[in-house]
């Protein structure tokens, strides 16, 4: 066999790879704007989240996988008071029991809330504030809206502010996971009640 035959199969095995290889991001964008950081137990991450609500002027998509910080869900309450345009959607299996959860302080508040029931666990943690700018926050992290994440975890949440490109692509994934989901309006939420289970 020829020294090129090898070569030339490496090639196509390696082209025939890549072929099959899936897409490692939905969007590449410029960096732009300003990153803030806090990590608990060491930081107050807690804090740096209510003071991005507080700052919110027209609108703040939240996504949570588990919801017991009752400072966090008044300041949500307390923006809606504002006249922000508030929505959040929540992991149906960690918030869907009234008992320790901040969920019905939102409902009583009349901001919508609706469950992610299609995944083993709906576990992003964003805040999306302003995407039309001119002050766009996206909030992202490891960290849970919960007592534990701020007192006995390590967490980690990252505030990036200025880049309303990247809030926009976070609030369209946001939508699509709300188009998949199911409005609640008090809690218990019985999983059999949600319009499908993946």
């Not at 930081?43 to 989240?49: F, K, M, R, S, V």
């Not at 609500?53 to 809606?80: C, E, G, K, N």
């Not at 699509?176 to 609640?184: C, D, F, N, S, Y």
């Amino acid at each position: 066999m020829s020294p090129a035959v090898p070569k030339l199969l490496v090639t196509v095995a390696l082209a025939t790879a890549a072929a099959f290889v899936p897409v490692l991001a939905s969007e590449v964008m410029p960096a732009r704007g300003s990153l803030e950081l806090a990590f608990s137990p060491a930081d107050d991450p807690e804090a740096l989240i209510v003071r991005v609500i507080d700052a919110a002027r027209t609108t703040l998509h939240v996504q949570a996988y588990a919801f017991t910080s009752r400072t966090i869900a008044r300041a949500m309450v307390d923006a809606r008071g504002r006249g922000v345009q508030v929505e959040v959607l929540a992991d149906a299996q960690m918030n869907r029991n009234a008992k320790g959860n901040m969920i019905p302080l939102l409902l009583d508040a009349g901001i919508p809330v609706a469950f992610e029931t299609g995944y083993s666990a709906a576990h992003n943690k964003v805040l999306i504030v302003d995407p039309a700018g001119p002050g766009c926050v996206v909030v992202t992290g490891s960290y849970n809206f919960t007592w534990s994440a701020r007192n006995r975890n390590a967490e980690n949440v990252l505030v990036l502010r200025g880049h309303c490109d990247l809030a926009n692509a976070y609030l369209r994934n946001w939508r699509r996971h709300r188009e998949q989901a199911t409005p609640v309006t008090k809690l218990p939420f019985a999983l059999g009640q949600d319009r499908t289970v993946r």
